[in-house]
């Protein structure tokens, strides 16, 4: 049953990893006027008015292309990291740990607290419950190997 917990949280969180790898590409091809979809103008534009309105107490100034950029990004690192530590590598769960780190660091940026830090902090839980049931295996050395 742990296993299958483990599982589940591996596929919830490399999905989420597609899912933010996909939406950052569409979102960035439309802003280089790549394609035309009138619902990712509509986010283009939300993505405009929240660094905007933000803009004179963000630590980092982001360009909207430069947002999407990061978001493509956070989610590779989400991807991988989930296949790593469904093969249990340690770097895995390292680049499980960047990625929280990057998304603490839009919060910390925009000096925002708003839902989305439920999400951050549901995530950091799965990460310390996959530490627990899938920790990473150790790479046998040459030595133990011949002897």
């Not at 394609?35 to 905007?52: G, H, L, P, S, Y």
Request: proline letters at 2%; one cysteine or more; aromatic letters at 12%.
């Amino acid at each position: 049953m742990l296993r299958v917990i483990a599982l589940v949280i591996l596929a919830l969180l490399f999905g989420y990893g597609l899912i933010r790898i996909g939406v950052g590409c569409l979102l960035l091809a439309q802003s280089f006027d790549l394609i035309m979809v009138t619902d990712f103008a509509d986010a283009i534009a939300e993505v405009k008015r929240f660094t905007a309105e933000r803009a004179d107490r963000e630590l980092v100034a982001f360009t909207v292309s430069g947002y999407f950029v990061y978001i493509m990004l956070m989610g590779l690192l989400l991807a991988a990291g989930a296949a790593g530590v469904f093969c249990y590598k340690r770097w895995g769960f390292v680049l499980l740990g960047i990625y929280l780190l990057m998304h603490a660091a839009l919060f910390v940026n925009y000096q925002e607290i708003n839902p989305k830090l439920f999400i951050l902090a549901l995530q950091s839980v799965m990460l310390a419950v996959l530490l627990y049931l899938r920790p990473p295996r150790a790479v046998a050395t040459v030595k133990e190997l011949t002897s």
